[in-house]
Protein backbone atom coordinates (compact mmCIF):
# COMPACT_ATOMS: atom_id res chain seq x y z
CA UNK A 1 0.00 0.00 0.00
CA UNK A 2 0.46 3.33 -0.60
CA UNK A 3 0.73 6.52 1.78
CA UNK A 4 0.13 9.65 -0.19
CA UNK A 5 0.44 13.43 1.66
CA UNK A 6 -0.92 16.56 0.29
CA UNK A 7 0.94 19.97 1.84
CA UNK A 8 -0.29 23.28 2.10
CA UNK A 9 -3.75 22.03 1.85
CA UNK A 10 -5.05 25.03 4.54
CA UNK A 11 -4.71 28.87 3.76
CA UNK A 12 -4.00 29.12 7.46
CA UNK A 13 -0.76 26.44 7.79
CA UNK A 14 0.46 27.89 4.86
CA UNK A 15 0.42 31.12 6.58
CA UNK A 16 1.80 29.95 9.71
CA UNK A 17 4.96 28.09 7.93
CA UNK A 18 5.93 31.63 5.84
CA UNK A 19 4.86 28.99 2.15
CA UNK A 20 3.02 30.19 -0.66
CA UNK A 21 -0.04 29.03 -1.64
CA UNK A 22 0.51 26.42 -4.76
CA UNK A 23 -1.26 26.44 -8.05
CA UNK A 24 -1.51 22.39 -8.22
CA UNK A 25 -1.49 20.32 -4.77
CA UNK A 26 1.78 19.23 -3.44
CA UNK A 27 2.16 15.61 -3.35
CA UNK A 28 4.61 13.57 -0.96
CA UNK A 29 4.78 9.87 0.13
CA UNK A 30 5.39 7.97 3.19
CA UNK A 31 6.53 4.15 3.06
CA UNK A 32 4.09 1.55 4.88
CA UNK A 33 7.10 1.36 7.60
CA UNK A 34 5.55 4.72 8.66
CA UNK A 35 2.65 3.70 9.73
CA UNK A 36 1.52 3.47 13.20
CA UNK A 37 -1.96 1.61 13.87
CA UNK A 38 -4.32 0.55 16.84
CA UNK A 39 -2.49 2.66 19.09
CA UNK A 40 0.85 2.15 18.60
CA UNK A 41 3.05 4.08 20.51
CA UNK A 42 5.48 6.86 18.67
CA UNK A 43 9.06 6.36 19.40
CA UNK A 44 10.74 9.85 19.02
CA UNK A 45 13.93 9.56 16.99
CA UNK A 46 17.01 10.78 17.94
CA UNK A 47 17.97 12.70 14.86
CA UNK A 48 15.74 15.01 15.66
CA UNK A 49 15.17 17.86 17.97
CA UNK A 50 11.78 19.42 16.57
CA UNK A 51 9.39 16.64 15.45
CA UNK A 52 5.89 18.43 14.84
CA UNK A 53 2.55 16.53 14.87
CA UNK A 54 0.16 17.58 12.45
CA UNK A 55 -3.45 16.32 12.48
CA UNK A 56 -5.18 15.20 9.00
CA UNK A 57 -8.13 13.87 7.61
CA UNK A 58 -6.99 10.65 6.13
CA UNK A 59 -9.06 8.47 3.40
CA UNK A 60 -8.58 4.93 2.47
CA UNK A 61 -9.15 3.83 -1.08
CA UNK A 62 -11.20 0.84 -1.93
CA UNK A 63 -10.70 0.40 -5.76
CA UNK A 64 -8.28 -0.05 -8.12
CA UNK A 65 -8.10 3.58 -10.32
CA UNK A 66 -6.19 5.58 -12.79
CA UNK A 67 -6.55 8.64 -14.39
CA UNK A 68 -9.83 9.36 -12.37
CA UNK A 69 -12.30 11.81 -13.47
CA UNK A 70 -13.02 14.61 -10.28
CA UNK A 71 -16.95 13.37 -10.95
CA UNK A 72 -16.24 10.01 -10.34
CA UNK A 73 -13.79 10.32 -7.58
CA UNK A 74 -16.40 9.67 -4.61
CA UNK A 75 -16.76 5.92 -6.27
CA UNK A 76 -13.16 5.73 -4.73
CA UNK A 77 -13.35 6.40 -1.11
CA UNK A 78 -16.03 5.49 1.47
CA UNK A 79 -13.65 5.31 4.57
CA UNK A 80 -12.50 8.28 6.40
CA UNK A 81 -10.08 8.42 9.99
CA UNK A 82 -7.46 10.81 11.21
CA UNK A 83 -3.96 10.57 10.90
CA UNK A 84 -1.06 12.05 12.48
CA UNK A 85 1.56 13.75 9.39
CA UNK A 86 4.52 13.17 11.99
CA UNK A 87 7.57 15.98 10.83
CA UNK A 88 11.03 16.65 11.40
CA UNK A 89 10.66 20.14 10.68
CA UNK A 90 14.42 20.82 11.22
CA UNK A 91 15.63 18.38 8.84
CA UNK A 92 13.06 19.61 6.60
CA UNK A 93 13.63 23.17 6.58
CA UNK A 94 17.41 22.33 6.06
CA UNK A 95 15.96 20.10 2.88
CA UNK A 96 13.72 23.07 1.71
CA UNK A 97 16.75 25.49 1.36
CA UNK A 98 18.87 23.30 -0.19
CA UNK A 99 15.69 22.45 -2.63
CA UNK A 100 16.26 18.40 -1.76
CA UNK A 101 13.28 16.19 -1.40
CA UNK A 102 11.92 15.85 2.06
CA UNK A 103 11.44 12.06 2.33
CA UNK A 104 13.49 12.09 5.57
CA UNK A 105 11.96 14.67 7.21
CA UNK A 106 8.45 13.14 6.87
CA UNK A 107 8.82 9.64 5.68
CA UNK A 108 10.96 7.99 9.31
CA UNK A 109 9.76 5.04 10.88
CA UNK A 110 6.57 5.61 12.61
CA UNK A 111 5.76 9.20 11.19
CA UNK A 112 2.43 7.98 9.61
CA UNK A 113 0.05 6.91 13.31
CA UNK A 114 -3.40 6.44 11.69
CA UNK A 115 -6.93 6.21 14.17
CA UNK A 116 -10.16 3.96 13.37
CA UNK A 117 -12.41 4.74 10.04
CA UNK A 118 -15.65 5.70 9.71
CA UNK A 119 -17.59 4.94 6.87
CA UNK A 120 -18.77 8.29 4.99
CA UNK A 121 -22.18 7.44 4.73
CA UNK A 122 -22.28 8.09 8.57
CA UNK A 123 -21.03 11.44 8.42
CA UNK A 124 -23.44 14.47 7.56
CA UNK A 125 -21.73 16.08 4.97
CA UNK A 126 -17.87 15.52 3.48
CA UNK A 127 -17.01 19.23 2.72
CA UNK A 128 -18.32 20.66 6.75
CA UNK A 129 -16.32 17.75 8.67
CA UNK A 130 -14.94 18.93 12.15
CA UNK A 131 -11.69 17.77 13.27
CA UNK A 132 -9.41 18.56 16.04
CA UNK A 133 -6.34 17.58 17.93
CA UNK A 134 -5.48 17.79 21.81
CA UNK A 135 -2.56 17.03 23.62
CA UNK A 136 -2.17 16.13 27.18
CA UNK A 137 -5.78 16.87 27.36
CA UNK A 138 -5.59 20.30 25.67
CA UNK A 139 -6.95 21.32 21.99
CA UNK A 140 -3.90 22.51 19.76
CA UNK A 141 -5.50 21.93 16.44
CA UNK A 142 -8.93 22.68 14.98
CA UNK A 143 -10.01 22.29 11.29
CA UNK A 144 -12.68 21.54 8.91
CA UNK A 145 -13.28 20.11 5.80
CA UNK A 146 -14.57 23.37 4.36
CA UNK A 147 -11.24 24.96 4.42
CA UNK A 148 -9.15 22.98 2.22
CA UNK A 149 -7.54 24.12 -0.86
CA UNK A 150 -8.19 21.29 -2.87
CA UNK A 151 -11.16 18.65 -1.91
CA UNK A 152 -10.92 14.76 -1.81
CA UNK A 153 -12.39 14.41 -5.14
CA UNK A 154 -9.75 16.77 -6.43
CA UNK A 155 -7.29 15.17 -4.63
CA UNK A 156 -8.06 11.76 -5.57
CA UNK A 157 -8.12 12.96 -9.54
CA UNK A 158 -4.58 14.88 -9.44
CA UNK A 159 -3.05 12.47 -7.78
CA UNK A 160 -4.65 9.22 -10.09
CA UNK A 161 -3.09 11.09 -12.74
CA UNK A 162 0.49 10.16 -12.05
CA UNK A 163 -0.38 6.73 -10.05
CA UNK A 164 -2.45 4.18 -9.61
CA UNK A 165 -4.26 4.03 -6.68
CA UNK A 166 -4.95 0.58 -5.27
CA UNK A 167 -7.07 -0.53 -2.28
CA UNK A 168 -5.95 0.41 0.70
CA UNK A 169 -3.76 3.08 -0.42
CA UNK A 170 -4.23 6.08 2.49
CA UNK A 171 -4.64 9.75 1.53
CA UNK A 172 -3.20 12.35 4.23
CA UNK A 173 -4.86 15.54 3.15
CA UNK A 174 -3.12 18.43 4.87
CA UNK A 175 -2.98 19.73 8.58
CA UNK A 176 -4.96 22.99 9.71
CA UNK A 177 -2.52 25.87 11.63
CA UNK A 178 -1.68 25.19 15.44
CA UNK A 179 1.20 22.99 14.19
CA UNK A 180 4.44 22.23 17.15
CA UNK A 181 6.70 20.10 18.72
CA UNK A 182 6.19 17.22 20.46
CA UNK A 183 7.75 15.76 23.48
CA UNK A 184 8.14 12.13 24.91
CA UNK A 185 5.77 11.45 27.53
CA UNK A 186 3.16 13.29 25.09
CA UNK A 187 -0.40 12.21 24.68
CA UNK A 188 -2.32 12.57 21.20
CA UNK A 189 -5.82 12.18 20.73
CA UNK A 190 -7.79 13.04 17.43
CA UNK A 191 -11.23 14.19 17.39
CA UNK A 192 -13.86 13.64 14.38
CA UNK A 193 -17.23 15.60 15.32
CA UNK A 194 -15.74 15.69 19.01
CA UNK A 195 -15.66 11.69 18.93
CA UNK A 196 -12.03 9.84 20.07
CA UNK A 197 -10.48 8.59 16.68
CA UNK A 198 -7.11 8.47 17.48
CA UNK A 199 -4.90 8.04 20.19
CA UNK A 200 -0.58 8.10 20.19
CA UNK A 201 1.75 8.80 22.55
CA UNK A 202 5.35 9.58 21.96
CA UNK A 203 7.66 7.49 23.88
MG1 LIG B 1 1.03 17.41 6.55
Request: aromatic residues 0%; charged residues 40%; hydrophobic residues 40%.
Given at each position: MKIFCIGRNYADHIKELSNAIPDAPVIFMKPDTALLKDSEPFYHPSFSDDIHYEVELVIRINRVGKKIQQEYAPKYYQEIGLGIDFTARDIQSIQKQKGLPWEIAKGFDGSAPIGSFIML?????IKNINFSLHINGIAVQHGNS?????SFDFMIHYISQYFTLKVGDLIFTGTPAGVGKVSIGDVLEGFIEGEKMLHCEVK
Open positions: EKIKDNLMIN
